[in-house]
């Protein structure tokens, strides 16, 4: 059985032992004539916590999704939204009404036709099941079926990051009849490009897809074959790189990145995360420390970022105060080094609070950052008198452990979504995944509002507010920003996708 894990973002989910696949025939030994053949073989740092439609992760484990599923809609490599399995759409007036034309000529590894029956149920199943990103579709009140091919959904109020969403997991599509199936957990029933071959696939170690002979799509079908081979630790990967094992592949520890290039592997080189402290009791539930602003800002005065850049991040990534990315509405270059390395600030914050001689945090940690990180990170905090104190969680126990709420702060790396209302209702407001203990402010909850319902102007007015609120009252401790890293071979072309952990599946093909 596939192991429950809730994984949203990073290699920090999951142990597991390479299974010696090789590349293969990648590269185009053949095939359809679309420039389609061989086997592409591809690390992924995430295992498969379940194929079933209604609760799929994404990030690092879309590719799972990608092959098997097919979404509403789909993004470029740039985050454009295109047409997916819905080839027109349009809101009513006050875009509380969003209405969906459907291919009319999709058909599902069990024979059946799409409909927008199907489309429906897959959404109201999604909200109301497992996955992390369930909250997506949380202003969904009604998703029916007009016809076979006209789709309508009903928002409480407006969502504008939704066409976002519908390109991503919750926009899965799954037959009516296989949404409720426990079996699909292992065995999917998709419209995708790919069938898992459950007769090939070693379960926590190595996934095999076959070509969907009957695609809607096969411009998009690059291999004949799909290997989805899943690497827990930094050295397993980098033997499997040297050894060339796999075509293409996300990367755990970036000091092994000059080794990769060694070996004629490319360095696909792109924004995507920012990776700092949570500081996410900051009403002193857990951490009575924490409620007090002055001691969540001297943690971030304590940190030398420029240093945990050249460390952590071997000289990956650009030092920064804010969770916003540059190409953020909401990003201030003003805030981005609001908090610069000043221990003096940060000791006098501290006595300042009451906490001259310190105190105890409790923080998890998992076996897949390597030990000198977590380290370090407790090395930082000690300058002002946080003692550390850690607690192992196991790969696939990390996540759940944070977003349970168990820990009043921890160290963790974030996506910086492609909208910042996106990026707010994932990290920020009280309903948010990641605001783990679900503190809030009324003045967070109101910009957060207008971000939703408000004019452009308006909502860009206060996503600024809301940046600046949170980083001059220590909602985060950022450290950097790192360069996120995709590896690929000399035969394999790689565009890498904006927004997401690794390219989208029909971005990867040989050259």
């Known amino acids: 059985m596939f192991r429950f894990k809730r994984a949203a973002v990073l290699a920090v989910a999951g142990t597991l ?6 590349a293969g025939g990648s590269g185009g030994d053949g095939g359809s004539g679309n420039g389609s053949g061989g086997t592409l073989t591809w690390g992924v740092i995430a295992e498969a916590s379940t194929f079933a439609q209604k609760d799929m992760r994404w990030a690092n484990e879309s590719p799972y999704a990608q092959a098997v599923y097919d979404t509403l809609l789909r993004a470029d490599a740039e985050g454009k939204i295109e047409p997916g399995l819905a080839t027109e759409w349009s809101y009513n007036e006050d875009k509380t009404v969003l209405t969906m034309t459907l291919r009319d000529d999709v058909t599902f590894t069990n024979g059946e036709t799409l409909t927008a029956e199907d489309a ?18 949380i202003n969904l009140t009604d998703a029916k079926a007009i016809d076979d091919t006209t789709l309508e959904l009903t928002l409480d109020a407006p969502n504008p990051a939704l066409e976002t969403y519908l390109t991503q997991n919750s926009g899965l599509v799954a037959p009516v009849e296989a949404i409720d199936d426990p079996a699909t957990a292992q065995n999917p029933v998709g419209s995708g490009p790919y069938i898992l071959n459950t007769d090939e696939t070693v379960v926590g170690s190595s996934y095999a897809f076959d070509k969907n002979p009957d695609y809607w799509n096969p411009d998009d079908q690059h291999y004949d074959k799909l290997v989805l081979q899943y690497y827990a630790d930094p050295t397993s990967l980098l033997n499997a790189v040297q050894g060339g094992q796999v075509n293409v592949t996300n990367t755990i520890d970036v000091s092994s990145i000059d080794q990769m290039t060694a070996t004629g592997y490319t360095a696909n080189e792109f924004a995507l995360n920012w990776w700092g402290f ?12 924490l409620a007090d602003v002055k001691v969540r800002q001297a943690i971030n005065y304590a940190l030398d970022k420029e240093s945990l850049v050249k460390t952590v991040g071997s000289g990956y990534g650009t030092p920064t105060s804010q969770i916003f990315p540059p190409s953020s509405p909401s990003f201030d270059e003003s805030l981005e080094d609001f908090y610069s390395y000043d ?5 006098d914050l501290m006595a300042e609070a009451g906490y001259a001689d310190g105190f ?10 390597p030990e000198s990180h977590w380290t370090l990170y407790a090395d930082q905090l000690a300058q002002i008198g946080i003692t550390v104190n850690y607690e192992e969680q196991a790969g696939a126990e990390f ?9 009043p702060m921890t160290w963790f790396t974030l996506q910086q979504d492609p909208t910042d209302y996106q990026l707010a209702q994932f990290q920020i407001a009280e309903a948010a995944t990641w605001n783990t203990l679900h503190q809030s402010t009324p003045e967070v909850e109101q910009w ?4 939703q319902t408000g004019t452009e102007d308006e909502a860009v007015e206060a996503g600024k507010a809301l940046n600046t609120y949170i980083v001059e009252n220590a909602w985060f401790a950022p450290m950097y920003r790192p360069t ?7 035969n394999t072309k790689v565009t890498t996708q904006v927004g997401n952990a690794v390219p989208y599946l029909w971005n990867v093909q040989p050259k």
């Not at 149920?121 to 909250?135: E, H, I, R, V, W």
């Not at 105890?360 to 950052?369: F, G, H, L, N, Y």
């Not at 996120?484 to 000399?490: C, L, Q, V």
């Open 484 to 490: 996120a890293i995709f590896m690929s071979d000399a």
């Open 343 to 347: 221990l003096d600030k940060a000791k």
């Open 17 to 22: 032992a390479l299974a010696g696949c090789s």
């Open 120 to 137: 429906a149920k897959s959404l109201l199943a999604f909200k109301g099941g497992q996955s992390p990103n369930a909250t997506n579709l």
């Open 448 to 451: 957060v509002s207008t971000m």
């Open 278 to 289: 949570l500081l996410s009791d900051r009403e002193g539930t857990l951490a009575p420390e």
């Open 360 to 369: 105890e945090v409790t923080m998890p940690r998992a076996p897949a950052i």
């Open 399 to 407: 996540i759940p452990a944070i977003l349970g709420g168990k820990y």
